[in-house]
């Protein structure tokens, strides 16, 4: 079973206007820790936030947000503002204690802001 | 301070052939993992090294090793290449103390022809 699910496999937008990718996850462990990741043409990811299980309150920086919601198994990330440098494929990823260090990742959104 | 530096950037290969990629972790990390992203999807684990041993491996054949040096930097094999093993090959490094905190290399893409 697929652990880290990205449904939106692409999606595009105007500049200034606000998306939000979603992330929803699986795992039965109690400790574990939830990534989003950046992947620009060039191909190295980028790390853009980590959160653990415990704590679900929400992020923001910048432009980027982060909702955590337990309940619902999801971590979603959204853009405000959106601009053509955001433009990249972005992948959420889940790491269980008790899997070690083994990163999981979603199949990725690949977002596209036009100008 | 260096990031996660892999060697070479690109690579052609032919079916049946061996493949060697390399490694070098960001300065004061001591694990190494690989990846393996197939074109349209996410990174796949392949296996992580930590003390020049394999601690941990994820679903792939024996075909993938890897190694690691007292240096800390880290090879990955690939023998008898196949099609499907065209991909981009993430390496990954962290500290053992922080293990979640994991820097990604710029990848190499290997295609096999």
């Known amino acids: 079973a697929q652990k880290v699910t990205q449904a939106q496999t692409e999606i595009s937008v105007v500049e200034k206007e606000d998306v939000t990718l979603d992330c929803v996850y699986e795992t039965r462990d109690t400790t574990y820790y939830l990534f989003w990741y950046k992947q620009p043409p060039s191909g190295e990811l980028v790390f853009l936030i980590r959160r653990n299980s415990f704590d679900e309150q929400n992020e923001i920086s910048g432009r980027y947000s982060w909702n955590f919601q337990k309940s619902t198994s999801s971590f979603n990330f959204t853009i405000t503002a959106s601009q053509v440098v955001d433009s990249a494929v972005y992948f959420c990823?889940?790491?269980?204690?008790?899997?070690?260090?083994?990163?999981?990742f979603g199949t990725g959104t690949s977002l596209t802001v036009i100008p | 301070d260096a990031g996660v530096t892999q060697s070479p950037t690109h690579l052609i290969k032919t079916r049946g052939q061996q493949v060697t990629l390399r490694c070098s972790p960001k300065?004061?990390?001591?694990?190494v993992s690989w990846y393996q992203q197939a074109l349209g999807q996410g990174p796949q684990f392949i296996f992580q090294?930590?003390?020049?041993?394999?601690?941990q491996r994820g679903n792939f054949p024996d075909r993938f090793s890897g190694h690691q040096f007292p240096n800390y930097s880290s090879e990955l094999n690939v023998n008898a290449l196949l099609l499907g093993d065209s991909a981009l090959y993430l390496c990954?490094?962290?500290?053992?103390?922080?293990?979640?905190?994991?820097?990604f290399g710029p990848g190499t893409r290997l295609t096999v022809t």
């Open positions: 300065s004061g990390h001591d694990t």
């Open positions: 990823a889940l790491s269980e204690a008790s899997k070690g260090n083994q990163f999981y």
């Open positions: 990954a490094s962290s500290f053992e103390r922080s293990p979640y905190e994991q820097y």
């Open positions: 090294y930590y003390e020049e041993e394999e601690r």
